[in-house]
């Protein structure tokens, strides 16, 4: 059949195609004598139809479709690291929470999955030496699986600092991919109680080094100061911002706060304000975070909420 | 985080009250419950108050979007709003059915639409309910990949989170994401009617082509998709995967396998559709070149009618090719010919070709005119006698169909079927279908 099928072009009507119209036609169609009567005549299949027939119809589960071995959309990566203290004033209780809120943070992360990024990990242990407790080779998917950090040693924050400047890069750090893949701005999460035990105490020269890191200066992050001894100090430090740096006061919270952090970035701020003169919508603006992490926490600790209010007798 | 106990007992401003049932999920701007609801079940959204900017502004255009009322049944539209609960608010919608799924699952291959049929009606349940949402002079303004609710085994859409939706002339302040975001938006201008437009397009080709239409290699060799990345790739110079002229941002072979699958497949029309869509003209001069939705109907009609199930191995097959061959079983199948439905007003009219089961649909000859909402109504269906090389058209409307052999008129009533000759003009309603054998 040489009628042209395929859509958009209109086709000629060929000669061959006149053939097989005159062989098709049983009933001569130019004699207005004959009165055609569906039923007998011209009705190839009469089927009467008595339901509509719906067509949602019977397409088969199977077919085309199912040969395609569709993959998931190309996705950027959303890189997270924990940089966590495990030198020896953190054993006891404050490594208890470390780890039982890891514990949820992993299985938090393993449920947050969308089109927009893929989430991957790392954790830098600090105590006597520095270590990748996600191995060498870079960022991990979260399975949602945690191995429980031991505490030993002193705080090596400054080299800690440094062996993540490292590591955050593209051309030999964790940000270089097999495929061509890009990342969106990383999400850096310390967790410490202490200070420094390797150079300046408050972290200032492994963070002087970390700040010549791009990857770094674009980089969300946050600081939970574990206890109530913590250095406060080298956490601001870290994060750039006071507002930034927590308390973990339970388990609970540290997930809230990374909560936010992770959704935060994941997705691009929708801090465009559109009758701003000149919003800018794509900056993920450190002042939503902030409020957003405030607020979590004030809904765990409502008591701090209520001292202004409080009318005595 | 999850704000609200089962149990719970919230009051709404319409005098009725629900009962939170149980929690769902979080969203960027808000938390979603189950909730009882005069006695049904209901979801609600609670806002976050820290993360919704315009709270206000959300609660009046909720307001006015009850009393306005849903635009079509695709719509999870607003019905209540509660009254003020810890500084914030929510409003009641009907719940999503547990057989849609979020569009989410479908782009990281979770699931699967049972075909491409099903595909092609899902972009066309989702066009046309934009076009009808525009045609009310609404804009959607935050268009995205969270916004629908599909179902697998037709492509059945809802529409959710249309607490943007509101008149072009009142923004919500709510930019989005950057990825589905038109260029002008990304660089700070308003969404619009426009605008949306181009967010539609993004969920189409993800849609068919599963991959983002700007994030070919170039997009994906930055070191960080940052502030200025974002700009650059998604505002100042965004380019094509697929653009025809400037190559420097096409697809890769190890990323980008879905592309490579799936754009053959697309009909030239599609192609069209799409390459204007993200054509440096329209995104970064012009952007009423954005295809209108009625292009992306019947362009979206057309591409579905050439889906149907191959007369031999009854699995989906497709039409792209003469002689054609069984995408699936790979044989040569008979087509017995071709019905046109000639078309008016610019459009270029419908070619359905003579195949068992393949049917003609209402929208085929109203050209989308006559319905606000596309439902997708057969009205005529092949049938075939392969062994004959004879085709008919069954009648599965309610009117009587007419058609002229030889100078005399003759009826086809409902339930009957009439047999296909070359050159014979059957009149449906008040179009004329002719038969090309
Ligand atoms: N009407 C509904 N019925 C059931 N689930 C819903 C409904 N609306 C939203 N959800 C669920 O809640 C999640 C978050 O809601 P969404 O409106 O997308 O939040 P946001 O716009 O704040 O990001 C969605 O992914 C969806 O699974």
Redesign the pocket.
């Known amino acids: 059949m040489p009628i042209k099928l395929t859509p958009d072009k209109p086709e000629p009507i060929s000669e061959e195609q006149q053939q097989t119209q005159e062989n098709f036609s049983i009933l001569p169609d130019d004699d207005g004598e004959i009165k055609v009567n569906l039923q007998k005549d011209i009705a190839v299949d009469i089927i009467p139809n008595e339901e509509p027939v719906p067509l949602e119809l019977d397409m088969p589960d199977s077919g085309m479709l199912q040969s395609f071995r569709t993959e998931p959309v190309a996705r950027k990566i959303t890189p997270i690291f924990f940089l966590i203290d495990v030198s020896r004033s953190m054993e006891g209780v404050k490594m208890g929470t470390v780890n039982s809120a890891m514990e949820e943070i992993m299985n938090d992360l393993k449920n947050i999955e969308n089109s927009d990024s893929e989430l991957r990990f790392a954790v830098l242990s600090f105590g006597t030496g520095v270590q990748w407790v996600t191995g060498e080779n870079g960022l991990i998917p979260c399975d949602g699986s945690w191995n429980t950090l031991v505490a030993d040693g002193f705080t090596y924050f400054n080299s800690a600092c440094r062996e993540l400047r490292d590591k955050l890069s593209g051309s030999h750090g964790f940000f270089k991919f097999a495929a061509r893949r890009t990342i969106t701005p990383p999400i850096l999460i310390l967790m410490t109680d202490g200070f420094a035990n390797d150079g300046d105490r408050d972290g200032n020269e492994g963070l002087a080094k970390l700040r010549e890191n791009k990857y770094f200066r674009g980089s969300y992050r946050i600081a939970i100061a574990i206890g109530n001894d913590a250095n406060q100090k080298l956490c601001e430090n870290f994060t750039g911002d006071k507002e930034l740096v927590f308390t973990a006061y339970n388990a609970n919270a540290l997930k809230v706060m990374i909560d936010a952090v992770v959704k935060g970035s994941v997705t691009v701020s929708s801090a465009g304000v559109a009758d701003a003169p000149n919003p800018d919508p794509v900056t993920p603006d450190s002042a939503t975070l902030i409020q957003t992490v405030q607020h979590e926490m004030n809904q765990l600790n409502p008591e701090e909420n209520n001292n202004e209010d409080e009318s005595w007798d | 985080m999850a704000e609200l106990k089962t149990g719970t007992v919230i009051s709404t401003e319409n005098g009725e009250s629900l009962t939170i049932d149980s929690f769902?999920?979080?969203?960027?701007?808000?938390y979603?419950y189950k909730v009882t609801y005069k006695g049904q079940p209901r979801?609600l959204?609670l806002y976050k108050p820290e993360a919704v900017k315009k709270l206000d502004w959300f609660h009046d255009n909720i307001r006015e979007e009850i009393k306005v009322g849903a635009l079509s049944d695709k719509f999870?539209w607003p019905e209540d709003l509660t009254v003020p609960i810890n500084n914030t608010f929510g409003y009641i919608?009907?719940?999503?059915p547990p057989e849609y799924v979020?569009f989410d699952d479908i782009l990281l291959a979770k699931c699967e639409l049972s075909s491409f049929y099903a595909m092609t009606n899902c972009a066309l349940n989702i066009v046309s309910a934009f076009r009808l949402l525009h045609r009310k002079g609404y804009a959607y303004q935050d268009l995205n990949n969270?916004n629908f609710f599909i179902r697998l085994r037709d492509g059945d859409v809802l529409i959710?989170?249309n607490d943007n939706v509101s008149p072009e002339d009142n923004p919500s302040g709510i930019a989005g994401k950057a990825r589905y975001m038109s260029p002008s938006v990304v660089m700070g201008g308003r969404p619009n009617r426009l605008t949306d437009r181009f967010s539609l397009a993004v969920c189409l080709f993800l849609l068919f082509i599963r991959c983002h239409p700007l994030e070919g290699v170039k997009a994906l060799s930055v070191p960080e998709m940052n502030d200025y990345y974002l700009q650059k790739h998604y505002g100042k110079e965004p380019l094509f995967i697929a653009d025809p002229i400037d190559h420097s941002n096409g697809p890769n072979r190890d990323i980008h396998r879905n592309f490579y699958l799936r754009w053959p497949l697309m009909t030239n029309t599609m192609k069209q559709l799409f390459t204007r869509t993200f054509s440096q003209e329209a995104m970064l001069q012009n952007e009423s070149k954005y295809p209108l939705e009625i292009e992306w109907c019947r362009a979206l009609l057309q591409f579905r009618t050439y889906f149907f199930k191959c007369p031999l191995c009854e699995q989906e097959t497709f039409l792209d090719s003469d002689p054609p061959v069984c995408k699936c079983c790979g044989r040569q199948y008979p087509v017995l010919g071709m019905l046109k439905v000639n078309g008016v007003n610019g459009s270029h009219g419908y070619k359905i070709p003579l195949v068992k089961d393949v049917c003609i649909f209402r929208e085929h000859l109203d050209d989308f005119s006559s319905t606000e909402q596309f439902v997708s109504q057969p009205v005529g269906m092949v049938r075939t006698k392969i062994s004959e090389g004879t085709a008919g058209l069954s009648n599965i409307s309610n009117t009587n169909w007419f058609y002229t052999i030889g100078g005399a008129t003759y009826t086809c009533v409902p339930k009957q079927t009439v047999k296909l000759r070359n050159g014979m003009t059957i009149r449906i309603g008040n179009r004329d279908v002719t038969v090309h054998m």
């Open positions: 769902i999920a979080e969203g960027g701007q808000g979603v979801a959204k999870i919608m009907p719940l999503k979020d969270g959710c989170d």
